[in-house]
C-alpha cells in the first residue's frame, strides 16, 4: 500500500455477473504521476504478468493480468489529490458468467448485468434490464408478479408511460423497481433496474 493512500472497501462481497469482483476506492493527496508509478511499480513486482495502460478521457486506468487474475486501476486527479478505485476479478477464462436470478422477468425481456453484494451483513441483488415491452406492462406486470408473491406496494411515481418508480416491502427486504420508455423505430421498449435488498 502506498504511504498516505485511504483505501475504502466498497461491499465486502461483490459478483457482476456471478463472477467475484472486489472493488476498492482510494484517494490520495498527491500527482497522478505518482500513483501511475505506484501501481505500475506494484504490478511489476508481482510477477510476468501482461501490463496495460490506457487513457479514457480524464481517467488514467492501468491493467494488470496474471495467473488467472484481472487487476485494474482507474483514477484521476481532483485538484491537490487523485481518487480512484482498484478492482480485482477472475479472468474470463478461468469463470462462467451467470445472469441467474429468483426474480420473475417478463416476457421479451433480457437481463444486461447482474450485481450481487453483501455489505454490512445485508445481501443485494440489481439487474438492469432491456425488454421489449412498454413501461405500462411492465410496471403491471411486477405489481400482479410481487403482490402475488406477498410482496406489499408502498411507493409508486412516475407518468406509468414513459418512465416508472415503484417500491415493495416483504418483511425486511426491499425491491425497488425503475423503468425508463425507449422510443426504438416506432416501437415501444424500456430499460430497467430492480435493486433487492435481501
Do not use: C
Not at 472486489?22 to 497522478?32: C, M
Amino acid at each position: 500500500m502506498m504511504s498516505g493512500m485511504s483505501w475504502y472497501l466498497l461491499g465486502e462481497r461483490m459478483a457482476l455477473n456471478g463472477v467475484p469482483i472486489r472493488i476498492k476506492q482510494f484517494s490520495y493527496e498527491g500527482k497522478l504521476e505518482e500513483v501511475a508509478k505506484h501501481f505500475r511499480d506494484q504490478f511489476k513486482t508481482m510477477g510476468h504478468g501482461k501490463l496495460g495502460e490506457n487513457q479514457l478521457g480524464v481517467q488514467s486506468v492501468i491493467s494488470y493480468q496474471l495467473s488467472g487474475y484481472y487487476y485494474s486501476v482507474q483514477f484521476h486527479q481532483e485538484g491537490a489529490r487523485v481518487v480512484g478505485k482498484a478492482t480485482v476479478t477472475p479472468s474470463p477464462l478461468e469463470f462462467r458468467t451467470s445472469f441467474k436470478t429468483q426474480l420473475p422477468l417478463p416476457p421479451r425481456s433480457k437481463v444486461i448485468s447482474k450485481v450481487d453484494s453483501l455489505d454490512a451483513g445485508r445481501r443485494a441483488e440489481t439487474l438492469s434490464v432491456d425488454s421489449r415491452m412498454d413501461v405500462g406492462y411492465i410496471a403491471n406486470y411486477y405489481l400482479e408478479q410481487f403482490q402475488a408473491d406477498g410482496w406489499q406496494p408502498f411507493s409508486r411515481s412516475g407518468d406509468m408511460d414513459t418512465a416508472a418508480v415503484l417500491s415493495f416491502q416483504r418483511g425486511g427486504e426491499l425491491i425497488q423497481l425503475t423503468i425508463k420508455g425507449l422510443q426504438v423505430s416506432n416501437s415501444k421498449r424500456s430499460q430497467f433496474l430492480i435493486n433487492w435488498l435481501k
